[in-house]
């Protein structure tokens, strides 16, 4: 045999070699299952998943690759004893809640997707869902409401305005927006955030388009970053006394934190405190 022949016959066993080890981790990696989620896990998606909503099967849902969301506990099968997941679509931005929301059932969750890691992947909670950390439970994410205070309980389902920053990185701006919806319905005006600064208790997003609603500053002419917001959380905590049904007495006091968004004053509600 030659010494060509041999180089030959070197390269295409390596090959085979190296064909063989890809498909061996390739079938490990898709028989893998995630096992464990720490609390507020966010994940995401390694690929587009097509799926239904969890209780009627005619609401079809796609969940491009590259979607983060926050995660919740996992599930088991009890024949196979694989874990599956489910994804609350209301927390997701328009384009993909869509569906569910403008169908006629009331269902916003996913049915249940298996939690392979050729699906899913961890990663670490967005720097832009780091705007609201609810005071007690410590999850991220939630409505900021816009005025100076919380209104007193007997008003708290008046219509007010607010804004939120989705799981997969949209900022989205409500008007007239109703306690009573069970589906989030289409925001006034939103934008993909592609750039977040944090600064303190400052917080800078970045979108491509404006979002009708807040005193943007255009700071760019070109590219994905043009517009900036600022969110600021402060210190603040502001009361609201509830009077109870006679109104002889106070029943309670609701306190508000401030926060300032573009200059403007929102607030989010912290605790209730009773006599």
Request: hydrophobic share 30%.
């Given at each position: 045999?030659?010494?060509?022949?041999?180089?030959?016959?070197?390269?295409?066993?390596?090959?085979?070699?190296?064909?063989?080890?890809?498909?061996?981790?390739?079938?490990?990696?898709?028989?893998?299952?995630?096992?464990?989620?720490?609390?507020?896990?966010?994940l995401e998606t390694?690929?587009?998943?097509?799926?239904?909503?969890?209780?009627?099967?005619?609401?079809?849902?796609?969940?491009p690759k590259g979607?983060?969301?926050?995660?919740?506990?996992?599930?088991?099968?009890?024949?196979?004893?694989?874990?599956?997941?489910?994804?609350?679509?209301?927390?997701?931005s328009w384009h993909?809640?869509?569906?569910?929301?403008?169908?006629?059932?009331?269902?916003?969750?996913?049915?249940?997707?298996?939690?392979?890691?050729?699906?899913?992947?961890?990663?670490?909670?967005?720097?832009?869902?780091?705007?609201?950390?609810?005071?007690?439970?410590?999850?991220?994410?939630?409505?900021?409401?816009?005025?100076?205070?919380?209104?007193?309980?007997?008003?708290?389902?008046?219509?007010?305005?607010?804004?939120?920053?989705?799981?997969?990185?949209?900022?989205?701006?409500?008007?007239?927006?109703?306690?009573?919806?069970?589906?989030?319905?289409?925001?006034?005006?939103?934008?993909?955030?592609?750039?977040?600064?944090?600064?303190?208790?400052?917080?800078?997003?970045?979108?491509?388009?404006?979002?009708?609603?807040?005193?943007?500053?255009?700071?760019?002419?070109?590219?994905?970053?043009?517009?900036?917001?600022?969110?600021?959380?402060?210190?603040?905590?502001?009361?609201?006394?509830?009077?109870?049904?006679?109104?002889?007495?106070?029943?309670?006091?609701?306190?508000?934190?401030?926060?300032?968004?573009?200059?403007?004053?929102?607030?989010?509600?912290?605790?209730?405190?009773?006599?």
């Amino acid at each position: 045999m030659t010494l060509t022949r041999i180089k030959k016959a070197f390269i295409l066993v390596t090959m085979a070699f190296l064909t063989l080890v890809i498909l061996t981790v390739t079938a490990n990696a898709s028989s893998k299952y995630l096992t464990k989620l720490a609390k507020n896990q966010y994940l995401e998606t390694r690929r587009t998943i097509h799926t239904t909503n969890s209780h009627y099967k005619n609401v079809k849902i796609t969940i491009p690759k590259g979607t983060v969301f926050k995660s919740g506990s996992l599930g088991k099968s009890a024949k196979s004893h694989k874990t599956y997941i489910t994804i609350n679509m209301n927390n997701l931005s328009w384009h993909l809640r869509k569906g569910i929301v403008q169908s006629k059932h009331n269902v916003t969750v996913t049915k249940g997707i298996w939690a392979k890691t050729s699906y899913f992947k961890k990663v670490h909670a967005p720097k832009y869902q780091s705007y609201f950390k609810q005071p007690y439970t410590g999850n991220l994410g939630g409505l900021v409401w816009q005025g100076n205070k919380s209104f007193p309980l007997r008003q708290q389902f008046k219509i007010e305005n607010c804004f939120r920053v989705t799981e997969d990185g949209y900022l989205e701006y409500f008007t007239g927006y109703n306690y009573w919806v069970t589906k989030m319905p289409r925001p006034y005006s939103y934008a993909k955030i592609h750039k977040t600064i944090k600064k303190g208790s400052s917080l800078y997003v970045y979108t491509k388009s404006k979002v009708c609603g807040f005193p943007m500053y255009h700071v760019h002419k070109k590219g994905n970053d043009r517009y900036r917001l600022k969110i600021r959380k402060t210190n603040q905590h502001l009361a609201t006394i509830n009077p109870d049904q006679n109104k002889k007495y106070d029943d309670s006091v609701t306190i508000s934190i401030r926060y300032y968004v573009g200059g403007k004053k929102f607030y989010v509600n912290s605790q209730r405190i009773y006599p």
